[in-house]
Each structure stands twice: as structure tokens, then as C-alpha cells.
């Protein structure tokens, strides 16, 4: 019983550079989010989906793409790399009554 | 002014000792109520759950929400070094469902043996 798998764990990129972090869950949990989080800012909501085919913008989405295409997978895609996404990321699932389950994140640096 | 506050510390007592570590928050419309534990380089994990007010005991572990001060807390009794983490309240409004959790900035914690 995996949970919540992100790859890579760790990433550097240059800027202007493009990725996907990868996250995939195997619980069949239908809400999935990507969250950031950065040094006295705590964890803020990137992305998030309700479903399959289904996606919407949290706190803070810009620069950054989503797309569910199955209930277990939510890549979250960088178009084009800042210094200002330096950050580390963590996809989740949700469910009611249990809270979110989360990965164990990716820490990703754009020099 | 965010909407969720939480002192980051650094706190670090001896083990043994109660710990208790709180948040405040703005939004009136908050009915969801988490504590998450993150050790160093590792995922939060869920460890309280709970919904409008009152207390919820589990083992050490006991969270309040008193609603009327926007106010709550997470108390550890009997802390161990195994403890040490960083605590992350969270909470939403049921208009934004339970999943939509808007977080503080989370308390670094260390328990000395």
C-alpha cells in the first residue's frame, strides 16, 4: 500500500527550463492537490482536482499547469522554470473524515 | 494580515513535559479543524481531526478549538524526543469543503531527553 508516490524527490533546473513532477496515488481518492511549501510561508495550494477530468486553481497557480487524466495520477507541470519556484512541492489526496494523505515531496532548485 | 496564524518557535522543552502549541485564525467560516506532524524532510502527516468546537483526545495527543476566540491548540503530555517535528494547524470553511485547507506557517518542536 504505496499512498501518495512523487518522483523525483529532488531536481535542479536551469531557468526557463520546462518539467513535470509526478505524484500518483492508490488509494482511489477522487480530490487531489499540489501544494508548495517555502520557508515562514507554510504550505500553499498550487492546483487541485475533484476528479478525473477535473481541475481548478488554488492560492497560488501561476506558472504552473495540472491536468487528471485518471483518478491516480496529477502531474503538475513547470512551463518555464524561475529562481522563485525554488521551493518544495507535495502532491496529496483527500478524503473525508481521513484528511489528506501526502507525498513525501519533491525539492526542486532553479538556478 | 493572514488568515492563519501560528508561531513558528523554535519551542524545545524536556521530555516529559506538556507541550501545547496554538493558532489563531480570522475566518469565522473555518469549521474544519487539523494538526499535521512533518519530520525533517518528510510529508506532513494527518494527527487531529476535528470539526466545529470542543476537545478531541487521542493517546498524548488532545486538540481544542474554541471558536469563539478563533483560537486553537494541540496539547502533547508525556512528550518524547521522538516527538521533535514540525506541527502544522490547518482548517477550512464547509462552503470550501474540508479538503481546501488553508495552513499556518507551522511550529518547530524539539523535545530534549
Known amino acids: 500500500n504505496a499512498g501518495v508516490t512523487q518522483t523525483p524527490k529532488f531536481q535542479v533546473l536551469k531557468t526557463g527550463q520546462s518539467m513535470t513532477l509526478q505524484c500518483a496515488q492508490d488509494m482511489n481518492h477522487e480530490y487531489m492537490s499540489w501544494y508548495r511549501q517555502d520557508p515562514g510561508m507554510g504550505l500553499r495550494l498550487i492546483h487541485y482536482s475533484v476528479g478525473a477530468g477535473i481541475t481548478d486553481q488554488g492560492e497560488v497557480p501561476n506558472g504552473y499547469n495540472v491536468s487528471r487524466s485518471t483518478t491516480e495520477d496529477f502531474p503538475l507541470r513547470l512551463l518555464s522554470a524561475a529562481p522563485s519556484q525554488t521551493s518544495v512541492y507535495f502532491c496529496?489526496?483527500?478524503?473525508?473524515?481521513?484528511?489528506?494523505?501526502f507525498g513525501s515531496g519533491t525539492r526542486l532548485t532553479v538556478v | 494580515q493572514k488568515e492563519v496564524e501560528q508561531d513558528p518557535g523554535p519551542l524545545s522543552v524536556p521530555e516529559g513535559a506538556i507541550v501545547s502549541l496554538n493558532c489563531t485564525y480570522s475566518n469565522s467560516a473555518f469549521q474544519y479543524f487539523m494538526w499535521y506532524r512533518q519530520y525533517s524532510r518528510k510529508g506532513p502527516e494527518l494527527l487531529m481531526y476535528?470539526?466545529?468546537?470542543g476537545n478531541k483526545e487521542d493517546g498524548r495527543f488532545t486538540a481544542q478549538v474554541d471558536k469563539s476566540s478563533k483560537y486553537i491548540s494541540l496539547f502533547i503530555r508525556d512528550s518524547q524526543p521522538s516527538d521533535s517535528a514540525t506541527y502544522l494547524c490547518a482548517m477550512s470553511a464547509v462552503s470550501q469543503g474540508a479538503q481546501k485547507l488553508v495552513f499556518g506557517q507551522g511550529t518547530r518542536l524539539t523535545i530534549n531527553p
Open positions: 476535528t470539526y466545529s468546537s
Open positions: 496529496a489526496s483527500f478524503r473525508a473524515a481521513y484528511g489528506y494523505t
